[in-house]
C-alpha cells in the first residue's frame, strides 16, 4: 500500500469519525431534554435516542476512530525520522490525544444517559460539542499550515472561532428560550 493511499484512508476515517462525535453529542442533547417530557414520551423517546446512540457509537464513530489512529501510526511508522523531528507534527499529536481524551468523555456520557442518569444539561453539551469543533479546526490548521503558520495570528484565530462559537451558543438559547 502506497503513503497516498494509507493517508487517503487516514483522512476518510478522521471525516467519519468527526461526523460520528458531532452526530453523538447532538443525540446526547436530545436524549437530555427527553428525559424532562412526560412518562409516555420520554420512554419512547429514551429507547430510540439509546439504539441510535449505541448504533452509533459502535458502528461508526469507534471503528472511525480506530481505523484513523491506525493508518495515522502508519504514516508515523513510515516517516518517523520526519513527523518526529516537526513541531508542527508534535502539537498536532497533542490534540490528537486530546480529542481521543474527548472520544471516551462522550462514551461515558453515553453509558450514563443508557443508565437514566442525567450529568449532564443540554446547554452544557451543547457547548461540550464545540469542542470537537475547535479541535477539528487547530488538528487541520496544524496540518496545513505546518510550519508557515504565524502563532500569533494562529492563537488570536483560534480564540476568535472560541467566542464565536459561545456567542452563537448563547444566541441560539436566547431564540430557543424566545419561542417557547
Known sequence: MTFDVIKSLHIIFVVSWFAGLFYIVRLFIYHTEALSKEELERTILVKQFTIMEKKLWWIITTPAMVLTVIFGVWM????????FSSPWMLLKLGFVILLLIYHFI????????IKGKKVWSSTGLRIWNEVATLLLVIIVFLVVLK????????????????????????????LREKSK
Open 76 to 83: 508515523l511508522y513510515l516517516n518517523a525520522a520526519y513527523y
Open 106 to 113: 462522550c462514551q461515558k456520557i453515553m453509558f450514563d444517559l
Open 147 to 174: 510550519n508557515s503558520m504565524n502563532w500569533i495570528y494562529g492563537t488570536i484565530g483560534f480564540f476568535g472561532v472560541a467566542v464565536s462559537l459561545m456567542l452563537a451558543i448563547k444566541l441560539y438559547k436566547v
